[in-house]
């Protein structure tokens, strides 16, 4: 009798003070019968390749998965954080949206994890949660930043360091913090993982070298 937990690759962050990146997606099961017969194979998925400014792209992490009875039980890659003006891609949890010089906000990605999977008689449950806002230059502002990513626990905070984009004051002082994961250390104890967190999101980035968004807890 077994507990069971898979996070995908975390996704990469944006360049240019560009936004955090989102967790892996997240699954637990838990009390899973394994039999002595049954071979359970395990893919642990890589994180998203960091991008530069040569090049500017940004990418997703890589699915991790286990198959049991057949079935692969799959936590999604985190969506990339956005760069310049980009919104976040969508993953596990979505990476936060960039914004450049311009005063247009840019969306974080969503989650695309899949939150039930159902195999002999037993639940696994999957996480994931939207990328912050990034919020660009506007009413006498003097700079621009991008969202925290998604993580399994809690959305990605709007740069600024804003729950959500409403009733903001102009002026960014903070990359958006990453939404933060969730705490298994009542179950797999305070040595792995952050503390037994896992799947936090990455912090948003910010131009003009002020305060960084933090990573979530996990992250």
């Known amino acids: ?15 240019n003070a560009g936004a955090g990146g989102g967790a892996g997606g997240l699954i637990y099961g838990s009390d899973v019968i394994l039999n002595k017969n049954e071979t359970i194979y395990i893919y642990v998925g890589k994180g998203g390749i960091q991008n530069n400014s040569a090049n500017l792209i940004t990418n997703n ?17 985190g ?19 960039a914004s450049g010089s311009t005063s247009l906000n ?15 008689n037993n639940i696994f449950r999957g996480y994931g949660n939207v990328g912050g806002i990034g919020r660009g230059d506007e009413h006498g502002g003097w700079t621009r930043a991008g969202g925290g990513g998604g ?6 905070n709007t740069s600024g360091n804003y729950i ?7 002026r960014i002082s903070h990359g958006g913090d990453g939404g933060e994961g969730k705490d298994f250390s009542d179950i ?6 952050d503390n037994g967190w896992f799947a936090g999101g ?16 996990g992250g």
């Open 1 to 15: 009798k077994v507990d069971i937990l898979i996070v995908g690759g975390g996704g990469s962050g944006g360049f």
């Open 188 to 193: 797999f104890g305070n040595n792995i993982g």
């Open 61 to 77: 992490g890589t699915i991790s998965y286990i198959n049991y009875n057949n079935i692969n039980i799959i936590a999604s890659g």
């Open 164 to 170: 959500n984009d409403q009733n903001q004051s102009a």
């Open 151 to 156: 993580g399994a626990g809690k959305s990605g």
């Open 79 to 97: 969506g990339a954080g956005g760069y310049g003006a980009e919104i976040g891609l969508n993953g596990g949890s979505g990476g936060g949206g």
């Open 202 to 217: 990455g912090g948003g980035g910010i131009h003009n070298n002020q305060n960084n968004g933090t990573p979530g807890k």
């Open 106 to 120: 840019k969306e974080g990605g969503y989650s695309n994890q899949k939150t039930h999977y159902y195999i002999k």
